[in-house]
Antibody, heavy 121, light 110 residues
Framework: EVQLVQSGAEVKKPGESLKISCKGFGYSFSKYWIGWVRQMPGKGLEWMGIMFPGDFDTRYSPSFQGQVTISIDQSTSTAYLQWSSLKPSDSAMYYC??????????????WGQGTLVTVSS | QSVVTQPPSASGTPGQRVTISCSGSTSNIGVNAVDWYQQLPGRAPKLLIFLNNLRPSGVPDRFSGSKSGTSASLAITGLQSEDEADYYCATWDDNLNGGVFGGGTKLTVL
């Protein structure tokens, strides 16, 4: 069974750094893109970016380019999302999801449980 | 605002058929596949339809997807109370070189 398990909720202060994780189980981690999706309180889903573990090819949404960094540790089948300097507007639920592709078209088929990030002074 | 547009709300009574639209452009839906996700309150999103009209195993055939030109639709037949959720369409945008979600549609079962 494919499973993505995310790290626990975080409470941070503005200006602090943060790295949250997403560990894949039950599939060949290096063969599927993995992505991150933001959901601010009471709002919709926002596509942040994706990375292919096999070659670390990365695509960011223009809205998130330069704001966050996606990385992967293939040895532990873990994807990461990190911030160097958090802002209160980064407070949100963050989901990771596996992204299989067929004929160049891709979709998110398995999702993590979400990591709630709260940034407040 | 998202480049892909959904109505903010939809509603229906049990047993009814409802459709949710997803409108885009020639740089996204017009040339790329559409997926649909269901998000129950307090839960992670779940894939409902992929590659325009395919259902993952376990998704009831009451749910169906279609695409025509720069628009897509999700249809739910035999509406049930458990279908009350937020529904999102998603696709790739060639101009943005990234994925996009629609703004989401909150479905209420009356």
């Amino acid at each position: 069974e494919v499973q993505l398990v995310q790290s626990g909720a975080e409470v941070k202060k503005p200006g602090e750094s943060l790295k949250i994780s997403c560990k894949g189980f039950g599939y060949s981690f290096s063969k599927y893109w993995i992505g991150w999706v933001r959901q601010m309180p009471g709002k919709g889903l926002e596509w942040m970016g994706i990375m292919f573990p096999g070659d670390f090819d990365t695509r960011y949404s223009p809205s998130f380019q330069g704001q966050v960094t996606i990385s992967i540790d293939q040895s532990t089948s873990t994807a990461y999302l990190q911030w160097s300097s958090l802002k209160p507007s980064d407070s949100a639920m963050y989901y990771c999801a596996r992204r299989p592709c067929s004929g160049g078209q891709c979709y998110f088929d398995s999702w993590g449980q979400g990591t709630l990030v709260t940034v407040s002074s | 605002q998202s480049v892909v547009t959904q109505p903010p709300s939809a509603s229906g009574t049990p047993g009814q058929r409802v459709t949710i639209s997803c409108s885009g452009s020639t740089s996204n839906i017009g040339v790329n596949a559409v997926d649909w996700y269901q998000q129950l309150p307090g839960r992670a999103p779940k894939l409902l339809i992929f590659l325009n009209n395919l259902r993952p195993s376990g998704v009831p055939d009451r749910f169906s997807g279609s695409k025509s030109g720069t628009s897509a639709s999700l249809a739910i037949t035999g509406l049930q109370s458990e279908d009350e959720a937020d529904y999102y369409c998603a696709t790739w945008d060639d101009n943005l070189n990234g994925g996009v979600f629609g703004g989401g549609t909150k479905l209420t079962v009356l």
